[in-house]
């Protein structure tokens, strides 16, 4: 392991009194508490003036302490690698509990995913969106990358209106040997989703499982949750032993392990949510966790990760003191130098305030109602999707729209006559999936759904190749962590367009959270850590 630089730069802070009796530089002014704070890697000696009650702080390394003091307790070094559960980075092949999640589209990019694994890291291409072969393709270049690498993944999105692109990512992923999946949006069980945990199961010498493709779930409801940490359902294994797909062997296997070892707690993020507090979804994971390994006698437990909402050194600290066994990031890697948006809608985010998010149709599910969280300001998109959506549930079909309707929809919403969008759509779906137009035929609801999704579809496509001519059409998938991120940024090396690389981004989420989570433990022994000592401002790390 090689640790981080052992000193870190001064943090300016405000003045406060100092322990009477005692000078300056003895532990006790705020300025020597805060250099213990920052030298997370130095272990600390906790001083206690028995003359006053006082308590301060120097480092356990350094000189003794002044004449007359107690030592109160000591501190251990801390690293920013140790924050998280320690099996996690043995069983992934990584230094740092840190991932940085499957944004859909390919906007988590096959150059993020390298720079992750780089970085001793997870990184998952965003394959939601994407054609099989275009998934591909970015698995082949990843392969090439990165090797036997065991630090890289892909993404399996849940598709419930084309099930068989789910089957042959799913296909794919596992031919070619892909180290780590990360399931997302699934609110129930597929065949694709358990054959990727399933397929490949053997036993060590011990009689262990061993997992080939190790899979990560995302959820943000306890009861989806709930179904990826218990073992594969008995009909789902024995439909897929039918199809020649998993072995009986592996079946059997399949049934003493959990789908998922790693289940991200998705709360407040972008893109698909359920809007959840972090606060209240991990406690309830975690218990949930507890619970389903003790029921099913587990000899290693399902690891719970935190996602959403973490932009800032303070979140990050606060997801690990909640017991995450790592963390996740997504909106705040868009802005990264390797992240898969046009400069222009970068440059969207970068002005992104805390309450700049809204709630909007999802391409993916649009018939079934789901919302993605997207960007709000400086773009129309949230408000002319719900609008199409509306329209959907009010009328049965393009046909029974009233002549003022479809001429505002097409003018003020779409851009582009109805006829045009149905003649492209129909060139799209003859090449990805042809059983879309037979239905669509047979059923005006679900043609009318087919051109509302080339509008949903589109607008995110806008977004990603910086057509500024349909600006106020983009769709930015982001959380409310990325305000948070701007405002931890501001006038700093990460606040500039291209000087953000991704694993300056993580190192410095990381270290700050070391720096935080150090600031507490002194406040806990009841130290007077001065405000300033817990803000971590970034700057370039190694």
């Not at 999802?362 to 609008?387: I, N, W």
């Not at 479809?406 to 149905?422: A, F, H, N």
Request: proline share 8%; with cysteine.
């Amino acid at each position: 392991m090689n640790p981080l630089p052992a000193t870190l730069p001064a943090l300016s802070h405000g003045a406060a009194a100092v322990a009477p009796g005692r000078p300056e530089g003895t532990g006790f002014a705020p300025e020597d508490i805060a250099a213990v704070v920052r030298s997370v890697r130095r272990p600390a000696r906790i001083l206690r003036d028995p003359d006053t009650g006082r308590l301060g702080a120097v480092p356990a390394d350094g000189p003794a302490p002044p004449p007359g003091c107690e030592t109160a307790g000591t501190l251990p070094p801390l690293y920013p690698e140790w924050l998280g559960d320690r099996t996690y980075g043995e069983t992934h092949g990584t230094r740092f509990p840190y991932v940085a999640g499957e944004m859909a589209n390919g906007i988590a990019t096959t150059r993020l995913v390298i720079a992750m694994a780089e970085a001793d890291m997870l990184g998952f291409f965003g394959a939601g969106g994407l054609a099989p072969d275009r998934v591909e393709d970015a698995v082949g270049e990843l392969a090439s990358a990165l090797g036997d690498r065991p630090n890289w993944g892909v993404n399996l999105i849940h598709s419930p209106n084309e099930p068989a692109v789910e089957d042959r990512v799913a296909e794919l992923l596992l031919q070619r040997g892909v180290p780590v999946v990360s399931a997302s949006a699934f609110m129930d069980l597929t065949p694709a989703v358990v054959r990727c945990s399933a397929a490949g199961l053997r036993t060590d010498a011990g009689g262990r499982v061993v997992r080939r493709t190790r899979l990560f779930a995302k959820v943000s409801r306890p009861e989806v949750a709930a179904k990826f940490m218990s073992p594969a359902p008995g009909e789902l294994l024995d439909l897929l032993v039918s199809r020649g797909q998993l072995t009986a062997d592996e079946a059997r296997l399949a049934a003493r392990v959990p789908i998922a070892q790693d289940i991200t707690a998705e709360a407040d993020s972008g893109g698909h949510t359920d809007n959840r507090p972090l606060v209240s979804l991990l406690p309830a994971l975690l218990a949930l966790r507890d619970e389903l390994s003790a029921r099913h006698g587990y000899d290693r437990p399902v690891r719970v990760g935190a996602a959403g909402g973490l932009g800032t050194p303070a979140s990050v600290a606060a997801a690990f003191a909640l017991g995450a066994a790592y963390v996740v990031t997504g909106t705040v890697n868009q802005i990264a130098d390797e992240g898969g948006i046009s400069e222009d809608a970068k440059a969207m985010l970068a002005q992104a305030d805390i309450a700049d998010v809204i709630m909007a149709p999802a391409a993916d599910m649009f018939e079934f109602g789901a919302k993605v969280q997207v960007l709000r300001r400086g773009t129309m998109f949230a408000t002319r999707g719900s609008r199409l959506y509306e329209i959907y549930r009010t009328y049965p079909s393009l046909e029974a729209l009233p002549a003022d309707v479809r001429t505002t929809l097409e003018r003020q919403v779409l851009g582009v006559p109805v006829d045009d969008i149905w003649a492209e759509a129909l060139r799209f779906w003859r090449r990805r999936d042809p059983a879309e137009i037979t239905r669509a035929e047979q059923d005006p609801k679900h043609r009318m759904a087919l051109v509302f999704r080339w509008y949903l579809g589109r607008s995110s496509r806008w977004a990603i190749d910086g057509d500024t001519a349909r600006r106020a059409d983009y769709q930015i998938w982001c959380g409310p962590a990325m305000g948070a991120f701007n405002r931890w940024t501001a006038g700093s090396f990460l606040a500039g367009p291209g000087s953000r690389p991704a694993a300056q981004i993580a190192r410095n989420l990381l270290e700050g959270a070391a720096v935080v989570t150090r600031a507490h433990q002194l406040r806990t022994y009841g130290v007077p850590v001065p405000a300033a000592a817990l803000r971590f401002d970034p700057r370039p790390l190694m």
